[in-house]
């Protein structure tokens, strides 16, 4: 079965970090472009941040840019976002998601993958004091 796990979210303190993991199984991510997607009680899905498989073009949102940073360990199929100086408006639910049907990675954050696409279940990330 082909799936996508997310793990490392957590409580943290405003400014502290986290480290996301997205795993993935039964594919292989080098095809695809993927990326990290957060929602918010009330808000609507914003993507976060995205990486091409194929040759590591990045995008970032401009809320989260200069303190995120995406990579990906070829080694492990994996996709990880490290977040630092993190924010109480950072809180959300985050998710992992692989697509192969756009041609750039800004426009798979700006746009996100259809719902036929990969998705992880989503990990927590609460920054509060």
């Known amino acids: 079965q082909l799936q996508l796990v997310e793990s490392g979210g957590g409580l943290v303190q405003p400014g502290g970090s986290l480290r996301l993991s997205c795993a993935a199984s039964?594919?292989?991510?080098?095809?695809?472009?993927i990326g990290w997607f957060r929602q918010a009680p009330g808000k609507e899905r914003e993507g976060v941040s995205c990486i091409s498989g194929s040759d590591g073009d990045t995008y970032y949102a401009d809320s989260v840019k200069g303190r995120f940073t995406i990579s990906r360990d070829g080694t492990k199929n994996t996709l990880v976002l490290q977040m630092n100086s993190l924010k109480p408006e950072d809180t959300a639910v985050y998710y992992c998601a692989a697509s192969s049907r756009f041609t750039t990675v800004q426009a798979m954050c700006n746009i996100s993958p259809f719902s036929d696409d990969y998705w992880g279940q989503g990990t927590q990330v609460t920054v509060s004091s």
């Open positions: 039964g594919f292989t991510l080098d095809y695809y472009f």
